[in-house]
C-alpha cells in the first residue's frame, strides 16, 4: 500500500473523528435555547431516597452511580442548597438520590428498605404550586456539564432581574431529559421550607433565627414571595416623587458665580447709591440687603462678608452726616 494511500486514510479517520465528536457535542445540547419561565413545577409531592453530599457540585457523579445502581428504573433527583459563586467549593451542601413515588402513589417498600440498608434516609418533599422552571437534554454524560454552563446562568439572571425569591435549585432527571426548577416560596430561613433534609435544619436554624421584622416582611411579598414588576415600579416611582419633592422645595442654588470685574462693578454702583440723600431708613436698609445678596455666593464668602463690613461703615458715616445736616 503507497504512503499516499495510508495518508488519504489517516486524514479520513481524523476527519470522521472530529465530526463524531461534534455531533456528539451538538446532541448533547449544545445549541439547545434555554427557555425559563415561571408556572406549575414539573413534579407534585415526591418521596424520595437521598444522600447528604457536601464539596464540589461537579463530584456528584459517583453519588449518581450509586443510587441508579440501586433502582435502575427510578428517576434521580438532586437539591442544592448552597450558591457555588458565593459559597466555596468544598462548602456546597447538596443531596443526590432517587424518587421512589409521586403524588397519591405508595412507595415500593421492598425497594425503600433496600436504599436505607445502603444508608439512604427517606424525605417527602412537599407540593408546590409556583417555581421556575426549564429543561435541558440528558442524552449524553457531556449534557451535564453543559448544563452547569448554560442552565444556571439563566437560571440565576432570571430570578435576579425579576427579584424573585426561588430556592432551593432542585433537578429531575427523568431520562433523556433534565428538569431544573426553583421553588417560589416566602422563605426567611432553611427550617421554613419542606425542601431541606432534617440534618440541614438543626445547623441552619441557629444561624438563621426569626425575626418579628422577617415575618413582617415575609407577609409583604405575595403569594409566592415574588416582588411582581408593578410592585417594583410603584416602589421606584414612589422614590422618583420624594426626590423630586425634595428638591423642588430646596432653595436654589446660583448657577455660576461672578467674575472679578462683575463684583467691581457692583461695588461701584452700590458706592453712587449711597451718595444720593436717602430720606426712609428702612428702605435704605433693604437695598442694601439686596445689594448684598446680589452678590454673595457659597465659594467666596469671606469676601462677602468684608464688602458688607465695608457697606455699614458708608451708611453709618452717611447717617451721622445726614444728622448733623438735619
Not at 415526591?46 to 457523579?61: Q, R, S
Not at 443526590?96 to 417527602?124: A, H, R
Not at 452547569?148 to 439563566?154: C, F
Not at 409566592?224 to 425634595?246: I, L, P
Amino acid at each position: 500500500m503507497s504512503d499516499s494511500i495510508i495518508l488519504a486514510l489517516i486524514v479520513f479517520l481524523i476527519l470522521c473523528l472530529i465530526v463524531t465528536v461534534v455531533a456528539a457535542i451538538v446532541y448533547s445540547g449544545l445549541f439547545t435555547e434555554v427557555n425559563i419561565k415561571t408556572g406549575s413545577p414539573p413534579i407534585k409531592n415526591v418521596t424520595i431516597a437521598y444522600k447528604l453530599h457536601k464539596g464540589p457540585y461537579k463530584d456528584c457523579g459517583a453519588a449518581f452511580t450509586e443510587t441508579v445502581s440501586i433502582g435502575p428504573k427510578l428517576n434521580t433527583i438532586r437539591v442544592s442548597y448552597d450558591d457555588s459563586t458565593e459559597v466555596p467549593d468544598d462548602q456546597c451542601r447538596y443531596i443526590v438520590g432517587s424518587i421512589l413515588n409521586e403524588g397519591e402513589e405508595q412507595p415500593d417498600e421492598e425497594l425503600q428498605k433496600l436504599y436505607e440498608k445502603f444508608g439512604f434516609k427517606v424525605l417527602s418533599l412537599p407540593e408546590v404550586s409556583l417555581a421556575v422552571t426549564t429543561t435541558f437534554p440528558s442524552t449524553t454524560p457531556l449534557s451535564h456539564w453543559l448544563a452547569s454552563y448554560k442552565v444556571y446562568p439563566e437560571l440565576h439572571n432570571y430570578i435576579m432581574e425579576r427579584q424573585l425569591h426561588a430556592w432551593p435549585f432542585i433537578e429531575i432527571n427523568t431520562g433523556d431529559l433534565t428538569h431544573y426548577m426553583a421553588p417560589l416560596s416566602s422563605q426567611s430561613g432553611f427550617h421554613h421550607t419542606g425542601f431541606v433534609v432534617p440534618e440541614l435544619i438543626t445547623q441552619t436554624a441557629a444561624k438563621t433565627p426569626v425575626t418579628e421584622e422577617s415575618s413582617d416582611q415575609d407577609r409583604g411579598t405575595d403569594i409566592a414571595g415574588v416582588m411582581t414588576h408593578s410592585d417594583v415600579s410603584s416602589t421606584m416611582s414612589g422614590q422618583v416623587q420624594s426626590e423630586n419633592t425634595e428638591t423642588s422645595s430646596a432653595p436654589s442654588l446660583p448657577s455660576s458665580l461672578p467674575h472679578r470685574g462683575q463684583r467691581d462693578g457692583n461695588e461701584q454702583g452700590q458706592a453712587e447709591e449711597h451718595k444720593e440723600p436717602i430720606n426712609d431708613t428702612e428702605h435704605r436698609d433693604r437695598g442694601s440687603s439686596e445689594s448684598v445678596g446680589s452678590g454673595s455666593s457659597f465659594e467666596e464668602l469671606d469676601l462677602v462678608e468684608e464688602m458688607v463690613e465695608e457697606l455699614e461703615r458708608e451708611l453709618g458715616k452717611e447717617e451721622e452726616g445726614l444728622t448733623v445736616e438735619e
